[in-house]
């Protein structure tokens, strides 16, 4: 199992572009959510979606989009990228029998300029 | 909705010391809390979890604690070593979706 994965590693945009940050996950979780990391302010919920087809919002929601057309792949859109998006954005999934243990994948590191 | 506060920020203790990172939650309804280790570089990792049925948990070197009356929990690690040194994040769970710390940043000094 590769777990968790998220491409790409680091991406630099400049205000005003568009991009998709990936995730897939190979454990057939149900549950797979999205969150930014930012100094001093932890972890902070983006998106989540409890199966295919159904996605909800976190607590910042703001300027990101996804979809959840399969249960593998959770992709994180950002439309217009913004300087305050700057961030360490992190993929987790977990089973549905536990939804309170998270996976996480290794991380996409963004700067907006 | 769930607020949960980690202290402390910072934390630099010798090898072979004990460390204790302690968080307080404000939703009553949690009832799940689990502690996560982020290396440099990468997402971070499970590295013990309570429920609220249970008021300690051990796993060799680290320990949790859960005082549900007073809204807090503690970890405990015990006779650190330099690999042991990361960043800590406490987390709280009522219903699907986790809210965490502000992470403890947590140095060991040979």
């Known amino acids: 199992n590769a777990g968790v994965t998220q491409t790409p590693k680091f991406q630099v945009l400049k205000t005003g572009q568009s991009m998709t940050l990936q995730c897939a996950q190979d454990?057939?979780?149900?549950?797979m959510s999205w969150y930014r990391q930012d100094p001093g302010m932890g972890l902070r919920l983006i998106h989540y979606s409890v199966g295919a087809g159904i996605t909800d919002q976190g607590e910042v929601p703001n300027g990101y989009n996804v979809s959840r057309s399969t249960t593998e792949d959770f992709p994180l859109r950002l439309l217009s990228a913004a300087p305050s998006q700057t961030s360490v954005y992190f993929c987790a999934s977990s089973n549905r029998d536990d939804t309170d243990t998270q996976y996480f994948g290794p991380g996409t590191r963004l700067t907006v300029l | 909705g769930e607020n949960v506060e980690q202290h402390p920020s910072t934390l630099s203790v010798q090898e072979g010391d004990s460390a204790v990172i302690k968080c307080t939650y404000s939703?009553?309804?949690?009832?799940?809390f689990p502690w996560y280790k982020q290396e440099l570089g990468k997402g971070p990792q499970l590295i013990i979890d309570?429920?609220?049925?249970?008021g300690e948990k051990k796993d060799q070197r680290i320990a949790v604690t859960l005082n549900k009356t007073a809204k807090h929990f503690s970890l405990h690690i015990t006779e650190t070593q330099p690999e042991d040194s990361a960043v800590y994040f406490c987390?709280?769970?009522?219903?699907?979706?986790?809210?965490f710390g502000k992470g403890t940043k947590l140095t060991v000094n040979p």
């Open positions: 987390a709280a769970s009522g219903s699907e979706k986790l809210v």
């Open positions: 939703d009553s309804a949690s009832n799940y």
């Open positions: 309570i429920r609220s049925n249970v």
């Open positions: 454990m057939n979780h149900e549950y």
